[in-house]
């Protein structure tokens, strides 16, 4: 693992997040893009070397929706980035690790996959290999 890329937040009325995120950490929204996907609309914040992804549903059958639906607004998931994310997903198997999605295409230009929160004392990991 390089470093922690970010923490996912998932809300339910984004604009209302940026205006809370923008107080709180003092810097303006740099970033929104749809994730088709997923079914998501993101919207990114940094502060030095730490992002923050707000995540809102665009569907209501999205895995965001289904969280909002179950726990409530709240962190969603920690992303960690990694240079060679099939050298990553294959160290982590051996180990005993599961991934739930395969590798594809995410938010901010990455491709991603998530460890099942049961690997991870309750905590939904993000991996994600920048395609810069």
């Known amino acids: 693992m390089k470093k922690l890329e970010h923490i ?5 009325d984004i604009e209302a997040a940026k205006t809370k995120y923008k107080v709180i950490l003092g810097v303006a929204c740099y970033k929104e893009e749809v994730v088709e996907s997923e079914n998501v609309l993101t919207a990114f914040f940094q502060t030095a070397d730490q ?29 960690f980035e990694v240079d060679d994310l099939e050298k990553e997903i294959e160290r982590l198997k051996t180990e005993g690790y599961h991934t739930i999605i395969k590798p594809k295409a995410g938010a901010d230009n990455k491709t991603i ?18 395609n810069r």
């Open 51 to 79: 992002k923050i992804e707000l995540l809102q549903a665009t569907s209501n059958d999205s895995a965001i929706a289904k969280f909002i639906e179950q726990r409530g607004e709240g962190m969603h998931h920690i992303a």
């Open 113 to 130: 996959t998530f460890l099942h929160p049961k690997d991870a004392n309750g905590v939904l990991i993000e991996l994600c290999q920048s």
């Open 8 to 12: 996912g937040i998932a809300v339910k």
